[in-house]
Nanobody
């Protein structure tokens, strides 16, 4: 079993920045894809960004150029640097990690609120 713990959410003004972190613990061998998703009030959960074990990245169109995903394989961690935040970025952000043996794990989420 893999346990994911997100941190770094909070309240930020429009145009500001936040950095989210997610660390895996437990049986965290063979981690493969890592990613961030988000769910805004009244909306479905959506992909924010993914990163493979080789460091290849993929972003949702609305996040390109503003968000950067990165990972530290030695720490079993994934990060999301969010810049130029907008009120519509307000959501609960979830970390997700998959393993090469078919495991698929989610964190409990961290709330990001963009408001003046």
């Amino acid at each position: 079993q893999v346990h994911l713990a997100e941190s770094g959410g909070g309240l930020v003004q429009p145009g500001g920045s936040l950095r989210l972190s997610c660390a895996a613990s437990g049986n965290s061998f063979n981690l493969n894809f890592m990613g961030w998703y988000r769910q805004a009030p009244g909306k479905e959960r959506e992909l924010v960004a993914l990163i493979t074990s080789a460091g290849n990245t993929n972003y949702a169109d609305s996040m390109k150029g503003r968000f950067t995903i990165s990972r530290d394989n030695a720490k079993n961690a994934v990060y999301l640097q969010m810049n130029s935040l907008k009120p519509e970025d307000t959501a609960v952000y979830y970390c997700r990690m998959s393993t090469r043996v078919g495991g698929d794990y989610w964190g409990k989420g961290t709330l990001v609120t963009v408001s003046s």
